[in-house]
């Protein structure tokens, strides 16, 4: 008879999923390298941008899904909404640290400085990522699992609400970084968009993936206290 | 050009190895946690069956 916790973990990437998402990211990797016309002031270095902005707006969709989950776990306390809280948040902190860094491997060649400490976009960025370090770092510190849950939402919703001043810094404040390329008039040639949009797709099938992988951990260890429970009772 | 191809790969290894970094980890931890109620079971089932 397979066990339960194996038999499960097989089913936490459906090879479809899996399947799709890696020939995504070949796409999108050939798309950027290969496909992508080279812009006529930064050259092939703005190909970065193919990386970075996706993996801004994928940590958004991340933090966003992991703060309506919070917020169905306060009003119901039903523990897979805390689950999909817990995936959703820790991997938008990944999409969110690669857009950091990405943005500081740009920074250095195109401002002469890896981070610009004036600058209102990268700050609010900056803010949201300890908001969500600090969301983990709590996570491991508070034993029982109800309160656990209830202050990690909370943190949550909290670090949700700083999305909309991260995506409006540099509309409201003129800084070193470049302007807005969605909603805000940016010029990108139609090639330039299709390579964005297979990068964008290809991050957001990844994304699915490691929060359906990290989901799954947590159901796994939910179970593991259970059975803890029981042999102690016993 | 070749210093722009250069930085262009290392901002894709960057992703790269964040996404691996994370499965790795996340797949270790599956184990271990899957390992571990493998055990608890067994040990529950022993103690049933006293």
């Known amino acids: 008879m397979p066990d339960p916790a194996t038999d499960r973990e097989s089913k936490a990437i459906p090879q479809p999923l899996a399947i799709a998402t890696g020939l995504g990211l070949l796409f999108a990797t050939y798309m950027i390298f290969v496909w992508a016309p080279t812009e006529s002031t930064m050259g092939v270095l703005q190909r970065i941008f193919y990386f970075h902005m996706p993996s801004a707006v994928v940590a958004f969709v991340a933090f966003i899904v992991g703060g309506i989950a919070a917020i169905r776990y306060v009003a119901t306390r039903e523990s897979r909404f805390d689950d999909l809280s817990v995936a959703c948040n820790e991997v938008g902190l990944v999409f969110a640290v690669v857009n950091l860094v990405t943005g500081m491997i740009w920074g250095k060649p195109a401002w002469g400085v890896y981070w610009a400490w004036g600058d209102a976009r990268l700050m609010t960025a900056l803010l949201l990522v300890l908001i969500y370090a600090g969301y983990l770092i709590l996570r491991q510190s508070v034993n029982e699992p109800n309160q656990r849950a209830v202050v990690c939402a909370v943190v949550s919703i909290f670090g949700m609400a700083d999305i909309p001043i991260v995506y409006m810094a540099n509309r409201v404040w003129r800084t070193q970084h470049p302007g807005p390329v969605i909603g805000g008039g940016g010029g990108l040639d139609s090639n330039m968009w299709l390579v964005l949009l297979a990068s964008l797709v290809a991050q957001l099938l990844m994304m699915w993936c490691l929060v359906r992988a990290r989901r799954h951990l947590e159901r796994l260890r939910r179970e593991a206290d259970g059975l803890r429970r029981e042999v102690h009772a016993l | ?50």
């Not at chain 2, 930085?7 to 994370?22: D, M, R």
């Not at chain 2, 790795?24 to 006293?50: D, F, N, T, Y």
Request: no cysteine.
């Open chain 2, 1 to 50: 050009m070749e210093d722009s191809l250069t930085i262009l790969w290392w901002a894709f290894s960057v992703v790269s190895v964040g996404y691996v970094v994370f499965l790795v980890a996340v797949s270790g931890q599956q184990k271990r946690i899957g390992e571990q109620i493998r055990q608890i079971r067994m040990r529950l089932e022993s103690v049933e069956k006293r």
